[in-house]
């Protein structure tokens, strides 16, 4: 498959007579793709049933005749004015029971019946009208689901999908679930699946079983919601169907939306994710202000080639300051044209700067585009054209698999949630902490979902924190080859969130440990390590066991343990903890390593190699010197 740009475009802000100029620019610049539509419902259909296609018509026709490739969005994330009056309670309600209502995006609830019938019928309208033909070539579903805390809603319609939902999950037997759940606790039995509530507005915590339940239903929701749209699409249309996924929004389980999609792609800020949410010092958020964190974009990367089953692009990326974050600096000349290459080395098809022209109305004033409100260029055109340039000989994308595998499963990320035990502590960062200590091995991860079920290739599989181990995936895992690290927190739960009575954690093939006690750690207070650098921090679980000691504190008590290729590790290790563990398990999988200096990662496929300086200064590595910003390319031999 070859590599190609695109951009995403709004007909609807622009006045016509510039639409065909803008399209020939696009072509220009070397772009291929143009994605339109999403947020196009109140021009589409300005008063119910009152349908105005003709306008989209000519700009799919303009766009399509100057030969750009059009993906075209399904506009269900911003439903008209309009529709709040037909459906007065289509909104989410917050924790506190308020409602989420009109004036920006995705305002509703993903249980709404009412509003889940009027996403059916403009899907049908748009997928009768554009489906035949070829004028559309891929399909988008919605926008960024989950993005603004919209997965989980409190309302009415929300409580009573999920009543129906747990009815189906305990078989009709409320006492099955009251059992599963310990209701018994504080005399909260229930006599009848109506009395369940959802889990807010309690008086003190709620019982994480109903929380961890209500997750769980909330991301069966997006999925069910996203599965209507794809079955009417398909419905009509032969051309691929994708959803564009935000970076760090893990409140609906990605690879279950995936499974229904051809195509995963997300959405990538690095700028305003390193301010926003990547969770950095503020000296490490100075010191790559306009670069981004050198591994959060990588990890989504390789998380959405995961939900993607292969294939995945990015659909928008950041092409100069955005708006969204507390400071929104300017990237460092060349970082868009790195940005797009750091994409492709990870195996993106396509990478669309969001957007084509920046807009002198309304939320987004401030967010860059390709061209300045003015329509002269501003910078990311000229980088994007050279990256268009480059491509020209840069040959296709190419599937392999990494020498490692990285398993990320969005339902511990709810458990840590639900109960993280320790102020702060997230299974995201706990995850993130080990991919990057791969990433500064100079490692190539693949991340893979909890439902993978033949690991034979990977020589390293790390599977921290996953508080419930499926069985499936316990089986998958013994029967491995490489070598695999588990804990802390491995099966610590079973699948209705109790502490199993069986000594901890269930047997994994051939490692005899036990989990005697478990305790969290102030951050000021990290367990130094013995005979090596690094230190325990947030968690530590006491081990009982007689298996080989690899890592220990130096007060004496065992924080890693081995038996053949299993290896267990009781703590949360720091960045120096997780060095020295990734070396002794690469050591022990006889799989050689490459320390990166600060700011640089290597990225190897079966036919290329990429070396990527995040630095804001040049930095000596085996491959040259690399400048800021600088990337540098070769061919792998076979
Ligand atoms: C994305 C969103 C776009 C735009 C962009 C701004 O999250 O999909 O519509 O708002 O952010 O950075």
């Known amino acids: 498959m070859q590599r190609t740009l695109g951009t995403c475009y709004y007909p609807e802000h622009w006045p ?26 109140s021009r589409i259909e300005p008063t119910p049933g009152d349908l105005q296609w003709d306008w989209l018509d000519r700009a799919i026709d303009t766009l399509v005749s100057a030969g750009l490739k059009v993906v075209l969005g399904t506009p269900t994330a911003t439903p008209p004015r309009w529709m709040v009056d037909r459906h007065p309670d289509m909104f989410a309600l917050d924790q506190d029971g308020k409602p989420r209502g009109f004036g920006s995006r995705r305002h509703y609830c993903f249980s709404h019946q009412g509003y889940r019938k009027e996403a059916r019928r403009i ?3 748009m997928a009768e009208r554009y489906g035949p033909g070829d004028r559309i070539a891929a399909w988008q579903t919605d926008n960024e689901y989950g993005c603004h805390d919209t997965t989980v809603s409190y309302s009415d319609a929300a409580r009573a999908a999920f009543v129906r939902w747990l009815e189906t999950r305990y078989g009709g037997d409320i006492g099955a679930l009251n059992a599963a759940w310990g209701n018994v606790f504080w005399s909260m039995d229930y006599n009848r699946f109506e009395q369940i509530g959802l889990p807010n507005l309690t008086v ?32 009509h249309s032969d051309a691929p169907i994708a959803h564009n996924y935000m970076g760090r929004v893990t409140d609906f389980d990605h690879y279950k939306v995936g499974e229904d999609l051809e195509i995963a792609s997300w959405d990538s800020y690095p700028l305003g994710f390193l301010e926003d949410r990547v969770g950095a010092s503020p000296e490490k958020q100075r010191r790559y202000a306009r670069q981004g964190d050198p591994d959060f974009q990588a990890f989504h990367h390789d998380l959405y080639r995961a939900v993607g089953r292969g294939r995945w692009w ?3 990326q950041q092409p100069g300051p955005v708006n969204w974050a507390p400071y929104n600096p300017a990237p460092l ?3 868009v044209r790195f940005w797009t290459w750091e994409a492709f080395a990870h195996g993106a098809e396509a990478v669309c700067y969001f957007r084509w022209r920046q807009a002198p109305f309304a939320q987004e004033q401030l967010h860059a585009g390709m061209l300045r409100p003015d329509s002269a260029e501003a910078p990311a055109i000229v980088e994007a054209r050279q990256v268009a340039e480059e491509l020209a000989n840069a040959g296709d994308v190419a599937p392999s698999q990494a020498p490692v595998a990285l398993v990320f499963d969005y339902d511990a990320e709810w458990a840590w949630q639900v109960q993280p035990h320790g102020q702060g502590l997230t299974y995201f960062d706990l995850v993130l902490e080990h991919y990057r200590a791969l990433r500064r091995a100079g490692l190539s991860v693949d991340i893979v979902a ?5 690991f034979s290739g990977y020589a390293l599989i790390l599977a921290p924190g996953l508080m419930h181990l499926t069985d499936s995936l316990r089986k998958a895992l013994a029967k491995a080859e490489g070598q695999v690290l588990y804990g802390p927190r491995t099966g610590a739960r079973d699948a209705d969130f109790k502490i199993p009575t069986s000594p901890l954690p269930p047997a994994l093939d051939g490692l005899e440990v036990v989990v005697a006690a478990v305790e969290s750690i102030r951050p000021d207070m990290p367990l130094p390590l013995a005979n090596v650098d690094g230190a325990v921090t947030g968690y530590l679980e006491t081990l009982e066991t007689a298996a080989e000691v690899l890592v220990e504190i130096a007060a004496g008590q065992p924080v890693a343990v081995a038996a053949a290729n299993q290896v267990y590790c009781a703590g949360w290790l720091d960045g120096d903890g997780l060095d020295h563990l990734v070396a002794t398990l690469c050591a022990r999988a006889g799989l050689g390593i490459c320390k990166m200096p600060e700011g640089v990662r290597r990225r190897q496929t079966a036919t290329e190699e990429f070396w990527f300086n995040h630095l804001a200064e040049p930095v000596d ?6 400048p800021p910003a600088g990337v540098f390319r070769r061919l792998r031999k076979s």
């Open 314 to 316: 990015v659909m928008e």
């Open 333 to 335: 000349p060349g970082m």
């Open 123 to 125: 899907v049908t309208l």
């Open 16 to 41: 016509e007579d510039i639409w065909q100029q803008d399209a020939a620019r696009m072509v220009a610049a070397g772009l291929t793709w143009v994605r339109i539509g999403e947020f196009s419902w």
């Open 621 to 626: 590595t085996e491959v040259g010197t690399l």
């Open 450 to 454: 909890p439902t993978q079920s033949d």
């Open 204 to 235: 003190t915590e709620p019982n994480p079983a109903h929380v961890q339940a209500f997750r769980r239903f909330s991301s069966d929701q997006v999925v069910s919601f996203n599965r209507d749209q794809v079955e009417i699409l398909r419905a």
